[in-house]
């Protein structure tokens, strides 16, 4: 297996938390890509949504570049990293201040033919 995907797709300055996205790409990382699209579908979250337009961006990516079975790709890179904050402060008693981050995440998602991988 390469270290690079061969198509790929991402959503950067996703206005989310990486750690509510992460999940959702443990779930679909090295699944086909239309079973991916099947379980994303039916998750309640709203990061499944944004997973989802990013699998099809990558879909779509591959399509464009030649690939005649886009369902038969394999998620060989799903990834949520740790995009930059909004900081804000919120008034607390006693003239105090805490700091609130709003965080925003970037989504990659790679995709590979299969029959690549098993040569």
Do not use: W
């Amino acid at each position: 297996m390469s270290t690079t995907a061969e198509y790929t797709a991402s959503h950067r300055f996703a206005r989310i938390s990486a750690r509510k996205v992460r999940p959702l790409l443990d779930l679909i990382r090295g699944k086909y890509a239309d079973d991916a699209l099947d379980i994303l579908k039916y998750m309640p979250h709203r990061g499944a949504r944004l997973v989802e337009r990013v699998l099809r961006s990558a879909m779509a990516n591959a399509e464009d570049q030649g690939v005649r079975h886009v369902g038969d790709l394999v998620i060989v890179d799903a990834r949520g990293d740790g995009g930059p904050m909004f900081k804000r402060l919120m008034p607390r008693a006693r003239g105090m201040a805490y700091l609130v981050r709003r965080r925003s995440s970037h989504i990659a998602i790679g995709l590979e033919d299969y029959s690549k991988l098993e040569a």
